[in-house]
């Protein structure tokens, strides 16, 4: 009755583990859910604003496929200056991250073509590679050595069929960052086998040390490179489903298609939002950033004084990826956690073979329900080992 591609893959794992925990706390249950990645903050006022003023003024119909060309210049001048992007107006369409990226990956792939991601990886690359009837390759980064992605173990994976690399930085769940010089391997790499980029940068300004850098910003990268990025994150706008892709001119018109044939366009007052927030300058994302930089910096040395949990200090995102030395499938843990503990964490495994045993913890929480979650970790896994 359905369709292989439909029964080929399986659920998000983290979408439906957030489902299943809203489920449980509707119950009544007291669960700590540090599941989705979905900033606790509300949108700032001034964006919401913009939004609620242009429906008052009755922006309630189609624009542009494409996307409003205001907002289109204002995304093209973003990645310009912030990223030093070669683009401009007609680099730009405007649509949810998450469809950007499901967009990119269908405008590039044929049946039976491969793709390059991170292992550990966003939850939704492989099936989005699945049904788009390519197959999905898992390419491991180095827990030991910081979670590295080596240009070496992508350049091990490049067959005939390879089509293109997606890559992410800062990365979900480790919240590692791919430096500059595996960046320059990486286009290397690409040109010397003709393959597309796509470059997640959702997190893009949740970079808490160090600078984020664009791929698609180096030499001879653009054409090649889709890069996807949105407001959800930095903004607190998760329910908005508003995000942008910068690309080259043909590509941007393939895409088109893809959108005239399926979301057609954005609500015109979910783009003035998001032009609104363009525009007021970054200090909304800059007081989110240091309030998230605060909660990582008290929230890892908490799990790393729990006997068998091992946490990396996350360069850029908002996810505690640890390791728990408890003998169990993180699948297992996650659900002795729920049930037992009353703490919702995503199982590693979710984001590929790499994150078993680990378990990711969603720090866009209160500093009060992090060390209350980290409490309850640290009392089960006592409970445990007993
Ligand atoms: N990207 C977020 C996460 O990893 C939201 C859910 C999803 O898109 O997978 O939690």
Request: charged letters at 25%; hydrophobic letters at 40%; proline letters at 5%.
């Amino acid at each position: 009755m359905f369709s292989k591609r439909i029964r080929n893959v399986q659920p998000s794992g983290t979408v439906m583990l957030s489902n299943k925990v809203k489920r449980l706390m509707d119950q009544g249950l007291d669960i700590l859910s540090f599941t989705l990645g979905e900033p606790d903050f509300s949108t700032p006022p001034h964006i919401i604003e913009a939004a609620k003023e242009a429906l008052d003024r009755g922006m309630t119909h189609y624009t542009s496929s494409l996307g409003m060309t205001e907002l289109r210049e204002a995304i093209a001048r973003t990645e310009k200056q912030k990223n030093s992007m070669d683009c401009d107006t007609e680099n730009v369409i405007v649509l949810p991250t998450k469809m950007a990226i499901y967009m990119a990956i269908q405008t590039f792939i044929n049946p039976g073509d491969q793709v390059i991601y991170q292992n550990p990886g966003w939850v939704s690359y492989g099936p989005m590679i699945t049904l788009a009837k390519g197959t999905p390759v898992p390419v491991k980064m180095r827990y030991d050595s910081g979670w590295i992605w080596d240009p070496q173990d992508i350049r091990d994976h490049i067959t005939e069929k390879t089509r293109a690399i997606i890559l992410n930085t800062p990365s979900n769940p480790t919240g590692s960052l791919i430096s500059r010089d595996t960046q320059k391997e990486i286009v290397e790499i690409a040109t010397e086998h003709d393959l597309t980029i796509i470059a997640d940068e959702v997190y893009e300004n949740l970079v808490y040390e160090e600078e984020h850098s664009s791929i698609g910003s180096l030499p001879d990268a653009f054409e090649r490179t889709v890069t996807v990025s949105g407001f959800s994150k930095s903004y607190a706008m998760t329910g908005w489903r508003i995000g942008w892709m910068v690309a080259s001119k043909e590509t941007i018109k393939m895409v088109n298609k893809l959108q005239q044939h399926s979301l057609t366009c954005l609500p015109p007052f979910v783009q003035m939002g998001a032009l609104a927030a363009l525009e007021n300058g970054s200090s909304c994302i800059d007081d989110m950033k240091e309030e998230f930089r605060k909660r990582r910096d008290m929230l890892i040395p908490l799990l790393n004084e729990i006997d068998g949990v091992s946490c990396e200090m996350p360069k850029g995102a908002f996810y505690a990826f640890f390791k728990m030395d408890t003998g169990f499938k993180s699948m297992d843990m996650a659900e002795m956690l729920l049930y037992k503990a009353h703490v919702a964490l995503t199982p590693g495994s979710a984001f590929g073979s790499a994150g078993d045993g680990f378990m990711r913890m969603s720090y866009a929480a209160s500093r009060e329900n992090l060390r209350e979650g980290a409490k309850r970790i640290a009392e089960f896994i006592a409970v445990l080992r007993k």
